[in-house]
């Protein structure tokens, strides 16, 4: 997805709405931006708590493994 947004005269940007609704982003999500040496501005949205991936790797019959045989 490409879009583009314009810088005001207080250095301000409005995230473009395609963009926010494909990150599901909400009033308050916060942000981090990285600025890679190609001169790419990587963002991410903080919107994702801990507990919010509980059950993520859940599979109905999938046996469960102990912590100590996982791959580290």
Same mark, same amino acid.
């Given at each position: 997805? @490409?879009?583009?947004a314009t810088l005001t @005269? /207080?250095?301000?940007t409005?995230?473009?709405k395609p963009i926010r609704d494909g990150l599901r982003m909400k009033a308050g999500d916060k942000m981090s931006f990285t600025l890679?040496?190609?001169g790419v501005v990587i963002m =991410?949205? $903080?919107n994702r708590q801990v @507990?919010? %991936?509980a059950g993520l790797l859940? /599979? $109905?019959g999938r046996k469960r493994v102990p912590i100590e045989l %996982? @791959? =580290?």
């Open positions: 997805m @490409s879009t583009e @005269s /207080k250095d301000q409005t995230i473009p890679m040496q190609d =991410r949205v $903080k @507990s919010d %991936l859940y /599979k $109905k %996982l @791959s =580290r």
